[in-house]
């Protein structure tokens, strides 16, 4: 388990249409949430967020906002715990989906990926730290709560973790 900085958001669901849009102002829960990533950023100034916590329904939310596919499903199960255990719960994800006929999302574009490859996708900017926000599914959550973290480095403890993940190309 990773120590990490966080802050918690809220939202209120029922402002929320079934296209993941605010009623109110047309504004997407996409949106809202790079909004959540700029206020972390403004309150840890050296810090951007790297891990998206939120309940079941908030994926749901997440994923119709960002007008995903029906079989697209968003987050990673916690299986550790209230936080991402780098190393296990990829793994534990990656077998426990090996069946399912939904492919998951594991990450989205942070808000502050603001350059594009040849190709429309986002670039990571390694030298700021700068990387794709990781969707954990934390089910203790209720609904109208996010939590953006990043985690701390320990002294000497970093090390560095790699994960097999299958590479997916749709046709």
């Known amino acids: 388990m990773e120590k990490e900085i966080s802050e918690v958001y809220y939202y209120k669901p029922d402002e929320y249409n079934e296209k993941g849009m605010r009623k109110s102002d047309g504004m997407t829960f ?30 749901r939310l997440l994923a119709k906002s960002c007008d995903a596919a029906p079989f697209l499903v968003y987050g990673m199960d916690l299986t550790q715990g209230e936080s991402f255990d780098a190393k296990m719960d990829p793994y534990i994800n990656h077998e426990m989906n090996q069946s399912c006929s939904y492919i998951f999302v594991y990450g989205i574009d942070s808000a502050f990926m603001t350059d594009f490859d040849e190709y429309g996708y986002p670039i990571i900017d390694e030298d700021k730290d700068i990387y794709p926000l990781t969707l954990l599914v934390d089910s203790t959550m209720r609904d109208g709560v996010v939590r953006l973290a990043v985690p701390t480095l320990d002294g000497d403890n970093e090390e560095d973790v790699f994960v097999d993940v299958p590479k997916f190309e749709f046709a």
Do not use: C, P, Q, W
Request: net charge negative.
């Open 30 to 59: 996409r949106d809202v949430v790079k909004e959540f990533e700029r206020d972390f950023h403004d309150i840890h100034t050296a810090e951007y967020a790297m891990n998206l916590y939120g309940n079941s329904f908030t994926m």
